[in-house]
């Protein structure tokens, strides 16, 4: 499967728990983007990484959500201390980037996560 | 604020019509559109993408008119199917490459 991969798929939390999001992207894809998806609305941009670098990370909540995309293995969305309002599905989406020789500005989605605080 | 406004919120289409979703955006620096469709529990797919050099691209049924001194876009579904039955959204980046999403076009194609 060469396209972007989320899991797990579904995750169900309690108030106050963890949550860990995990986002492969793309072989040869080098940026990752996060979005959040509430019931009934559009996607919302929270952060965007490179390797090893967060570029943006505007619209992430300043507290509780932290993201990283380290050398080796998957990019994580770590939400700490859940809250019901938490609730949503959580896509990953990755881009060639600039200088692969890609189409920099082409985002492919991964399946999401949709979390579950109860 | 960077935004991008998407109308209609919902449309019904008989089968073999055409479908039409309007986008507006405000920043003049975008110069990327991509349309996205999601079917439930799945996540958006990329369907056709224009940028602001042409004002019209077509992928077979998938046309993109772009009209840049009016600021707007928009997704023309000819011959509508039911299986195209989806959400649409609009997209467009931000500095740094990241989208900003409409709200979403929910397309019901009744056979």
């Known amino acids: 499967n060469a396209g972007v991969m989320q899991n797990p798929r579904h995750l169900v939390r309690r108030r106050g728990q963890e949550a860990r999001l995990r986002c492969s992207p793309m072989?040869?894809?080098?940026?990752v983007y996060w979005y959040r998806q509430l019931p009934e609305e559009g996607l919302k941009f929270m952060v965007y990484?490179?390797?090893?670098?967060?570029?943006?990370e505007s619209g992430m909540p300043k507290e509780r959500f932290s993201a990283e995309f380290p050398k080796e293995g998957p990019s994580i969305l770590r939400i700490q201390q859940v809250v019901r309002g938490d609730s949503a599905a959580y896509f990953c989406?990755?881009?060639?980037?600039?200088?692969?020789?890609?189409?920099?500005?082409?985002?492919?989605f991964g399946p999401g996560t949709r979390l579950t605080v109860t | 604020q960077q935004q991008v406004k998407q109308s209609p919120q919902s449309l019904i289409v008989q089968k073999g019509g055409i479908s039409i979703i309007n986008c507006a955006y405000e920043?003049?620096?975008?110069?990327?559109f991509p349309w996205y469709q999601q079917f439930p529990g799945k996540g958006p797919a990329l369907l056709i993408a224009?940028?602001?050099?042409?004002s019209e691209k077509k992928e077979g049924r998938f046309t993109i008119s772009f009209n840049k001194s009016a600021k707007q876009f928009s997704l023309h579904i000819m011959d509508s199917q039911p299986g195209d039955s989806a959400t649409y959204f609009c997209?467009?980046?931000?500095?740094?490459?990241?989208?900003?999403f409409g709200k979403g076009t929910t397309l019901s194609v009744s056979s």
């Open positions: 072989k040869g894809h080098s940026h």
């Open positions: 920043n003049t620096a975008f110069d990327y």
């Open positions: 990484l490179q390797k090893e670098n967060i570029i943006d």
């Open positions: 224009i940028r602001p050099d042409v």
């Open positions: 989406a990755s881009s060639p980037g600039i200088n692969s020789g890609g189409r920099p500005y082409e985002q492919y």
């Open positions: 997209a467009a980046p931000r500095v740094g490459t990241a989208l900003i």
